[in-house]
């Protein structure tokens, strides 16, 4: 089993900064991309950004030159460096791994999606 773990979320400024952090733990065989999505109350689920285990990053248009994803692979945790907020970042963030559990699934090409319970960020003066 897995389990994503966030942290990092609350109440700030316009303009202001906030990091969240993702800790990924259980049993595995190799994670591959994680990232972060939002969501809305009523509205999709919207990617924010992605990692892969080598570093390339992607990112939503909203949020490029602003957030900054980064991940450790030697602890399994990706953060999500956000500067610059807006009210519109106001939602729930969401961390989200691609994992393989076994070496079975590594052979057959397949992954599974895992998610964090969710952390809200509101930004508001």
């Known amino acids: 089993q897995v389990q994503l773990v966030e942290s990092g979320g609350g109440l700030v400024q316009p303009g202001g900064s906030l990091r969240l952090s993702c800790a990924a733990s259980g049993t595995f065989f190799h994670i591959n991309d994680m990232g972060w999505y939002r969501q809305d109350p009523g509205k999709q689920r919207e990617l924010v950004a992605t990692?892969?285990?080598?570093?390339?990053?992607n990112y939503a248009d909203s949020v490029k030159g602003r957030f900054t994803i980064s991940r450790e692979n030697a602890n399994n945790t990706v953060y999500l460096q956000m500067n610059s907020l807006k009210p519109e970042d106001t939602t729930v963030y969401y961390c989200?791994?691609?994992?393989?559990?076994?070496?079975?699934?590594?052979?057959?090409?397949?992954?599974?999606?895992?998610w964090g319970q969710g952390t809200q960020v509101t930004v508001s003066s």
């Open positions: 990692i892969s285990t080598g570093g390339n990053t």
């Open positions: 989200n791994a691609q994992v393989l559990r076994y070496y079975r699934d590594y052979v057959e090409g397949s992954q599974f999606d895992y």
